[in-house]
T-cell receptor
Framework: KAGVTQTPRYLIKTRGQQVTLSCSPI?????VSWYQQTPGQGLQFLFEYFSETQRNKGNFPGRFSGRQFSNSRSEMNVSTLELGDSALYLC?????????????FGPGTRLTVL | AQSVTQLGSHVSVSEGALVLLRCNYS??????LFWYVQYPNQGLQLLLKYTTGATLVKGINGFEAEFKKSETSFHLTKPSAHMSDAAEYFC????????????FGKGTRLSVIA
């Protein structure tokens, strides 16, 4: 069974631009979560989607948004990029939205904002 | 709100020595607890999790952790370190009910010295 895939793997943008990151969950998984990982702040939760509905949202500004499609694939968008948005963005999928479920992580998209 | 504290951002052990990575959590309701490992340029992989039942949990690669409610701890151990164990380790907590996200600690980087 294929794992979680994220595209692109690497991205370089300039301040003020916007970016869209994509995540394809493991087949059959209906829950997708997004995290931002930086050396200073560690792993911070962005959003969680289940069956196309946002189930939970972390403490990030409105510039960060996401969505989930009917095939469970998910995208996140960051508008008006800032230098501080440079990070590794990780997507994780799980079978359903149960709190005890293991989350399977993709390799991440490394975003660099210049 | 739940939180996780990992004592020691960097732990160094000799090959063959005991590995002990410390994790303390805070949660107002019974928690689900997880340990993940991250190798360079990769996503996170689940080592083990505690949900209910036996408080000593065995995971992959010879790791285990014990849930101690009275100490609010979930320390990760391995009797004998291998060079391949060098990685970053994350403890995470999620409540056993309600609409809450998975919350990660800051991580502990494990170095194994030959």
């Amino acid at each position: 069974k294929a794992g979680v895939t994220q595209t692109p793997r690497y991205l370089i943008k300039t301040r003020g631009q916007q970016v869209t990151l994509s995540c394809s969950p493991i087949s059959g998984h209906r829950s997708v979560s997004w995290y931002q990982q930086t050396p200073g702040q560690g792993l911070q939760f962005l959003f969680e989607y289940f069956s196309e509905t946002q189930r939970n949202k972390g403490n990030f500004p409105g510039r960060f948004s996401g969505r989930q499609f009917s095939n469970s694939r998910s995208e996140m968008n960051v508008s008006t990029l800032e230098l501080g948005d440079s990070a590794l963005y990780l997507c994780a999928s799980s079978f359903n939205s149960g709190n005890s479920n293991e989350q399977f992580f993709g390799p991440g998209t490394r975003l660099t904002v210049l | 709100a739940q939180s996780v504290t990992q004592l020691g951002s960097h732990v160094s052990v000799s090959e063959g020595a005991l590995v002990l990575l410390r994790c303390n959590y805070s949660s107002s309701v019974p928690p689900y607890l997880f340990w993940y490992v991250q190798y360079p340029n990769q996503g996170l992989q689940l080592l083990l999790k505690y949900t209910t039942g036996a408080t000593l949990v065995k995971g992959i690669n010879g790791f285990e952790a014990e849930f101690k409610k009275s100490e609010t701890s979930f320390h990760l151990t391995k009797p004998s370190a291998h060079m391949s164990d060098a990685a970053e380790y994350f403890c995470a907590v999620r409540t056993n009910s309600g609409n809450t996200p998975l919350v990660f600690g800051k991580g502990t980087r494990l170095s194994v010295i030959a």
